[in-house]
């Protein structure tokens, strides 16, 4: 494994567009208004929505990699390496949690799990395997936890249900979520939760094959042969994906399925391995200068992606919480009252609501670049 340079642009590039794209379908103006693509499958398949999460997940092992798997095969601490990220996972954690107490401090009934928890447990999860094993140790430590997960899910019977039932509030994962987090699970299901204790299993891979990819970007490889190798496995995973989806588990985003942990890390090389092509690996610099101008927002959305996503949960909680006396006496809540305007545009209610998002997410960028400006950089 060769030096890997401090940051790739594409890295940041790449992880701000997944930002961007995970506040948009976070904050539209309507929920029960969505254009189809900008809301989660309703169970089993997958919409653009479905990607977002994964994609974070790989992006996150890529920089894995090329930081501390990096400061490792450098001789760095690596206790020490792995008490920084235990602490960084623990603090994720934490904001998650906090999130999920506002705006009504509840201990008996806040949701524990969340997506920065799962992100926290990823990362506390894969720091061991990155430091300390080879790139042949982790795939078979993909291998093994993905039919691990299988077998979970489709051979243990469930009390009262039987084995292999992959129905809402009915499969293993749902069963131990309630034994250990009945109360503090989320609230529109109150049954199972989609960040839920078994399926971060399969999360847990989604991380450790971006682990896997970083390991290809730190390698002597020319930077065109990587493109090429990640491309030519993305292709791959999306076949292993879709044949799964068929004779093993379906695709399916809240279950976290083998297969749709496959499917989208094919996704993820082929988007990622893109973008790292125009602006890290093109050979042609006019094509990387250019590709760099389109960028340059995601880019700066990346350098502060959790803190955008964090701070923007907040914002949105706040605008449903805060209320605002109307003329007939009633109140409204401060979203609510900021989308009149534009719910009245005459140019339907899934596009209204979609221009709301776009606008929330114009107002986190403006925050973004702010930060990026004065050189403000949340490390957490």
């Given at each position: 494994?060769?030096?890997?340079p401090?940051r790739?642009?594409?890295?940041?590039?790449?992880?701000?567009?997944?930002?961007?794209?995970?506040?948009?379908?976070?904050?539209?103006?309507?929920?029960?208004?969505?254009?189809?693509?900008?809301?989660?499958a309703?169970?089993?398949?997958?919409?653009?929505?479905?990607?977002?999460?994964?994609?974070?997940?790989f992006?996150?092992?890529?920089?894995m990699?090329?930081?501390?798997?990096?400061?490792?095969?450098?001789?760095?601490?690596?206790?020490?390496?792995l008490?920084?990220?235990?602490?960084?996972?623990?603090?994720?954690?934490?904001?998650?949690?906090?999130?999920?107490?506002?705006p009504?401090?509840?201990?008996?009934?806040v949701?524990?799990?969340?997506?920065?928890?799962?992100?926290?447990?990823?990362?506390l999860?894969?720091a061991?395997?990155?430091?300390?094993?080879?790139?042949?140790?982790?795939?078979?430590?993909?291998?093994?936890?993905?039919?691990?997960?299988?077998?979970?899910?489709?051979?243990?019977p469930?009390?009262g249900?039987?084995a292999?039932v992959?129905?809402?509030?009915?499969d293993?994962?749902?069963?131990?979520d309630?034994?250990v987090l009945?109360?503090?699970?989320?609230?529109?299901?109150?049954t199972?939760?989609?960040?839920?204790?078994?399926?971060?299993?399969?999360?847990?891979?989604?991380q450790?094959?971006?682990?896997?990819?970083?390991?290809?970007?730190a390698?002597?490889?020319?930077r065109t042969?990587?493109?090429?190798w990640?491309?030519?496995?993305?292709?791959?995973?999306?076949?292993?994906?879709?044949?799964?989806?068929?004779?093993?588990?379906?695709?399916?985003?809240?279950?976290?399925?083998v297969?749709?942990?496959?499917?989208?890390?094919?996704?993820?090389?082929?988007?990622?391995?893109?973008?790292?092509?125009?602006?890290?690996?093109?050979?042609?610099?006019?094509?990387?200068?250019?590709?760099?101008?389109?960028?340059?927002?995601?880019l700066?959305?990346?350098?502060?992606?959790?803190?955008?996503f964090?701070?923007?949960?907040?914002?949105?909680?706040?605008?449903?919480?805060?209320?605002?006396?109307?003329?007939?006496?009633?109140?409204?809540?401060?979203?609510?009252?900021?989308?009149?305007?534009?719910?009245?545009?005459?140019?339907?209610?899934?596009?209204?609501?979609?221009?709301?998002?776009?606008?929330?997410?114009?107002?986190?960028?403006a925050?973004?670049?702010?930060m990026?400006?004065?050189?403000w950089?949340?490390?957490?």
């Amino acid at each position: 494994m060769r030096d890997a340079p401090v940051r790739l642009t594409s890295l940041d590039a790449f992880r701000g567009l997944t930002i961007a794209a995970m506040v948009l379908v976070n904050n539209p103006g309507d929920w029960g208004n969505l254009h189809p693509q900008l809301a989660h499958a309703k169970w089993h398949g997958w919409t653009f929505t479905d990607c977002i999460f994964p994609f974070f997940l790989f992006i996150g092992g890529v920089a894995m990699t090329l930081s501390l798997g990096r400061l490792a095969a450098a001789g760095a601490d690596k206790p020490r390496l792995l008490l920084k990220l235990a602490r960084r996972a623990a603090l994720i954690f934490l904001i998650g949690f906090l999130l999920n107490l506002i705006p009504h401090v509840d201990f008996e009934t806040v949701r524990i799990p969340g997506v920065l928890q799962r992100i926290a447990l990823c990362t506390l999860l894969a720091a061991p395997l990155v430091v300390y094993l080879g790139w042949r140790a982790q795939l078979a430590v993909v291998a093994a936890l993905l039919a691990l997960y299988s077998v979970l899910m489709l051979w243990v019977p469930v009390p009262g249900i039987g084995a292999g039932v992959l129905e809402p509030g009915k499969d293993f994962g749902a069963y131990i979520d309630r034994m250990v987090l009945d109360g503090h699970m989320w609230a529109q299901s109150k049954t199972w939760d989609p960040e839920g204790l078994i399926s971060t299993i399969p999360a847990l891979c989604s991380q450790l094959l971006g682990v896997l990819a970083g390991r290809v970007l730190a390698s002597s490889l020319p930077r065109t042969e990587q493109v090429t190798w990640m491309l030519f496995a993305g292709l791959v995973f999306l076949a292993l994906g879709s044949s799964l989806d068929a004779v093993l588990m379906p695709i399916n985003k809240s279950l976290w399925t083998v297969s749709y942990c496959l499917w989208m890390t094919g996704w993820a090389l082929l988007a990622f391995g893109c973008v790292y092509w125009l602006l890290d690996a093109n050979p042609y610099a006019i094509v990387r200068a250019r590709a760099a101008v389109w960028s340059k927002p995601f880019l700066i959305y990346g350098m502060n992606a959790l803190f955008i996503f964090a701070f923007s949960g907040f914002v949105a909680k706040m605008l449903g919480y805060i209320k605002l006396g109307q003329p007939d006496g009633s109140q409204l809540s401060l979203g609510r009252t900021l989308y009149a305007p534009l719910k009245a545009l005459p140019l339907g209610s899934a596009n209204t609501s979609l221009l709301y998002a776009i606008l929330f997410n114009a107002c986190m960028f403006a925050i973004a670049y702010g930060m990026w400006r004065k050189r403000w950089f949340v490390k957490v």
